[in-house]
C-alpha cells in the first residue's frame, strides 16, 4: 500500500459509537466489527483526503510517546485488514 493512497470507505457500511468503542456494521453479511479508541481514530480519518501518510501523522500526533515506525506499520497493518474484508475500496 503507498503512503499516497487515498482510501475511501465502503458505501453500504453503518458506524456508531458505543460505549468507548466504535461499532462498524456490514448489512451484507451481518458482521460487526468493534473498533478500539485507536482503530476508531484511523476509521474516522479516512475521508478520501487523507492519504496513508496523512493517517499516520495524525496518529503520531495522538500518541506522541509511540515509535513512528511501529505507528506506520500498525496502521498498514489495519488498513489491509479493512480492504480484505472490503470495508475499504481498493
Not at 5 to 16: F, G
Not at 22 to 39: M, R
Not at 51 to 61: A, F, L
Amino acid at each position: 500500500m503507498e503512503h499516497d493512497y487515498k482510501p475511501k470507505k465502503t458505501d453500504r457500511l453503518i458506524s456508531r459509537e458505543e460505549d468507548e468503542n466504535l461499532l462498524i456494521f456490514d448489512p451484507d453479511t451481518g458482521s460487526i466489527k468493534v473498533l478500539n479508541e485507536t482503530a476508531a481514530l484511523i476509521w474516522n480519518s479516512i475521508d478520501e483526503k487523507n492519504s496513508v501518510k496523512d493517517i499516520v501523522d495524525i496518529i503520531c500526533r495522538e500518541n506522541p510517546d509511540e515509535d513512528r515506525k511501529t505507528i506506520e506499520e500498525d496502521v498498514l497493518r489495519f488498513l489491509r485488514d479493512l480492504q480484505e474484508h472490503s470495508y475499504i475500496e481498493e
